[in-house]
């Protein structure tokens, strides 16, 4: 492939094809918005109890979730408020634009906590209901924005909300709108800025960067064909995930291929025979590096959760774009522009190697002197840190706990709490036998955790349907806490304990208690595999198994540090109240799968320079050359995975968090100190079963 991209006439075709090829993606990138899919059955496990209710509930009713329309005043509301409140009721029952049901409208409903009496109430609430078909994730927001518009804001201390299900969601979906966008300008914003401090150089910066967007927009476009004509699963978590991964990991690829470019030049006059060589060299271990994350995304598809296993190929199919883009246009871009891309430091034919004398190649000397005292006290150190996982709480995020902010649906969830039923607005769903109907409400009534005077037919759906029946009830407890979730546990213990029922308990509490459920399982089995791909891969490139298993264990030390850093950061200096039940497997599969890039980057440098000069001398030369370069790739890839902080969401914060804080780790300390001390320790015997593992003294080329 090399001769193709470098090549004085081929280049250009390379360059066209590119051209061609972002003429055609970008109108469809754009789409990829639309083709996402936010509905629950897009996160849930399809097997999944709450997902079969879902599937069974709209044969009763076309599927809805209602917004509630929260009214509160300390003291009681007033015959002002009183009218108010049905006026609007009025103006609710005429909406119908967006999916909004208006004509279904319930309520007002109003507490009965004050034993005075209806007419002593404090709040009351409104339920209207919106449709859900394929396209309500798409139209909830502004479905709850005219309910907004109508109800008015909070005046002369009546607090108004909408909140419940369909606020929430409307919240949810707000602050996903505009998530490419935010995090494509944060991510090229790290870039530039980091990029510049690297090659000081205003010009050259700028082809990594344009290289980086085209490989986003050429994956957005196979990712939208895909999603629209083969089924694959996108949503907005996947979507933004996208974006930092390809600026990341393309722009570390287009950092290396620099770096081994421009010590090309300053041993050849031409540069097309310096980028050739650059790509012979430097090429196996970007390819092993992009291949390595490729296949653990892959691993993805193994999850049960929807939502994780469309991550994947979403994921394997941004970084296989990089890759290509990286390995093809990009050369052919820095060849095409010649040496003058390097202005002002310009790299000439038989100028000194700075690496050579820097700061990196007098730290590898250092450590030379004593490796094992070294890796032994960075190892207790990092064994140290992890020990914050004692503070790890990743049970899951309630809504109130789930944005940065407090949106106007926490705040009426909270003034609701205080009102009416803590589980009323999303209750738990029962189909059932209609034979066994009857006896399956006296089941859900006699159980602990339950409303019953709550347990009804909702208005809008049929009595009966296909031989069976479905009834709603409400929790005690609020529907995203961990007391909701186990009423749902006796819920079902209750309803399966029915002869001859087939009864199923779904609704949102349902769809969490899934999710965590398998979440777990999938920790339990995507982690193990991603570690076995990894592990493979590297004894695949390095042809030895020593090595590798250090490297793997380096990486899983750095993971475990960086997860206990980011729990004691959640808990004492960002205040949040836990982690999401997936937030340990995620910064797992990209810690292991991106932080292992610089390893492979390192390790594939020492063995080149081992085959020369030995293991020992290799290791030091070896984290001379690769120093600079894998240090401005990690500050590039902690930098990008941070803008996911820009969101309001807790869960993309902490991620972004914990995987920038592990990157950094695995740049500045597990590769530069640790895995440069354990190779200098265990020496030559690194390489076994190899021939390099022999002899520390050079090797010919035959051996390498």
């Known amino acids: 492939m090399a001769w193709l991209v470098c090549g004085r006439r081929t280049k250009w075709l390379v360059v066209l094809f590119w051209l061609v090829v972002i003429v055609a993606a970008a109108p469809l990138a754009q789409k990829l918005t639309d083709a996402q899919d936010n509905q629950a059955s897009s996160w849930l496990p399809g097997s999944a109890e709450s997902t079969q209710v879902l599937d069974i509930s709209e044969e009763f009713r076309p599927e809805q979730i209602p917004a509630i329309i929260m009214y509160a005043r300390e003291g009681g509301l007033t015959a002002d408020d009183r009218a108010r409140i049905t006026e609007d009721v009025g103006e609710l029952k005429a909406l119908t634009a967006h999916g909004v ?38 139209r909830i927001t502004p479905a709850v924005d005219s309910m907004r518009e109508r109800v008015g804001e909070s005046t002369g201390g009546l607090s108004v909300h909408v909140t419940g299900p369909g606020g929430t969601s409307a919240d949810f979906s707000e602050a996903f709108e505009g998530i490419d966008s935010t995090l494509l300008l944060s991510a090229a914003g790290v870039v530039i800025v980091i990029l510049l401090i690297t090659y000081r150089s205003p010009i050259l910066l700028l082809v990594p960067l344009v290289t980086a967007v085209i490989s986003l927009f050429t994956a957005q476009a196979l990712i939208y064909l895909l999603a629209e004509h083969a089924g694959l699963t996108v949503n907005g978590q996947s979507a933004g995930i996208l974006t930092v991964l390809v600026f990341g990991a393309g722009t570390d690829y287009a950092l290396l291929l620099v770096a081994r470019y421009r010590e090309e030049l300053r041993r050849h006059e031409d540069r097309h025979e310096a980028m050739q060589l650059a790509l012979h060299r430097a090429g196996p271990a970007v390819i092993a590096s992009g291949a390595t994350v490729v296949v653990s995304m892959l691993v993805l598809l193994t999850a049960d959760m929807n939502s994780t296993r469309g991550l994947g190929p979403v994921s394997a199919i941004g970084v296989a774009v990089a890759l290509l883009v990286m390995l093809s246009l990009f050369p052919a871009l820095l060849v095409v522009c010649g040496r003058w891309l390097f202005w002002p430091l310009i790299p000439h034919n038989g100028s000194d190697e700075p690496t050579e004398r820097g700061v990196w190649a007098r730290m590898g000397r250092r450590i030379a002197h004593r490796p094992r005292l070294t890796w032994g006290v960075t190892a207790v150190a990092l064994a140290a840190l992890a020990l914050g996982l004692t503070q790890l709480r990743a049970e899951g995020l309630s809504n109130a706990d789930s944005f940065t902010d407090k949106p106007d649906s926490i705040v009426g969830q909270e003034v609701q709490g205080k009102y009416f ?94 999710m965590d459920r398998a979440t777990a399982h999938d920790n339990k089995l995507v982690i193990p595999l991603v570690l076995l791909v990894v592990l493979l891969i590297l004894i695949l490139l390095l042809r030895a198994l020593i090595a590798p298993l250090i490297l793997i264990a380096t990486v899983v030390l750095s993971f475990s540090a960086a997860l206990g850093i980011s729990a004691l950061a959640f808990r004492h200096l960002f205040d949040y109240a836990g982690e999401s039940t997936d937030f340990p497997l995620f910064v797992f599969v990209f810690l292991v799968a991106l932080g292992i890039d610089y390893n492979i980057f390192l390790s594939t440098r020492i063995r080149e320079e081992a085959g020369r000069q030995g293991t020992r001398a290799g290791v030091v030369t070896g984290l001379a050359a690769t120093g600079a370069v894998i240090t401005s790739a990690g500050l590039v890839l902690a930098g990008t995975f941070a803008a996911l902080g820009t969101l309001p969401m807790v869960a993309f914060a902490e991620i972004g968090f914990a995987v920038a804080l592990g990157v950094l780790l695995d740049t500045f300390v597990v590769r530069s100190v640790l895995v440069t001390a354990l190779f200098l320790d265990v020496g030559p015997k690194v390489w076994w079963p190899h021939a390099l593992s022999k002899d520390p003294a050079v090797r010919t080329p035959a051996a390498m």
């Open 101 to 138: 049901r208006g004509a279904e409208t319930r309520g007002p409903v109003f507490d009965t906590k004050n034993t005075s009496g209806a007419d002593a109430a404090e709040a009351a609430q409104v339920f209207v209901p919106i449709t859900m078909d394929e396209k309500g994730w798409e």
């Open 421 to 514: 039923p803590a589980g009323s607005g999303d209750p738990l769903v029962i189909v059932a036998n209609a034979d066994q109907g009857d006896e399956v409400r006296g089941a859900v009534a006699q159980t602990r955790g339950v409303d019953p005077a709550s347990i009804v037919v909702p208005p809008g759906t049929k009595p009966e349907a296909g031989g069976r029946v479905l009834f709603e009830a409400t929790a005690t407890d609020p529907s995203d806490s961990e007391a909701a979730k186990q009423t749902v546990e006796r819920v079902r213990d209750a309803v399966h304990a029915v002869p001859d029922a087939d009864a199923k308990v779904g609704g949102g509490t349902a769809s969490l208690l899934d």
